[in-house]
């Protein structure tokens, strides 16, 4: 049974920084591209970052380069998301995914096989 957890999540003020991780049971997880997503409320899920399976290609949203930094270690089953400068326009659902078929770190949710459950990131202005 496949499960992706996440942690990490919080209240924090604007310009604070948080680093949420995501650990992954039940695939071979070095053979997984990782992204993470999030969800505002009222608003559709929209992509956040990328990480090939190696970690040497990763892929943001416009939104967030320079702030976030997508990162993963094999030998933990972990991927994380640094995310520095944060503003309350980061306020969201934060949800990591595993793509298996692509290859490469895609933005479409579509690509994405596996999904946690999600971790709330609440920034106050």
């Known amino acids: 049974q496949v499960q992706l ?7 924090v003020q604007a310009g604070d920084s948080l680093r949420l991780s995501c650990a992954a049971s039940g695939l071979t997880f070095k053979y997984y591209t990782m992204g993470w997503f999030r969800q505002a409320p009222g ?4 992509f956040v970052a990328a990480i090939n399976w190696s970690g040497y290609s990763t892929y943001g949203a ?7 930094t997508i990162s993963r270690d094999n030998a933990k089953n972990t991927v994380y998301l640094q995310m520095n400068s944060l503003l309350p326009e980061d306020t969201a ?9 692509s290859g490469r770190p895609g933005a479409g949710d579509f690509e994405y096989d596996y999904w946690g459950q999600g971790t709330q990131v609440t920034v106050s202005s």
């Open 5 to 11: 957890v996440e942690s990490g999540g919080g209240l």
């Open 43 to 46: 608003k559709e899920r929209e």
């Open 93 to 101: 659902v934060y949800y990591c995914a595993a793509d298996l078929r």
């Open 62 to 68: 416009d939104s967030v380069k320079g702030r976030f």
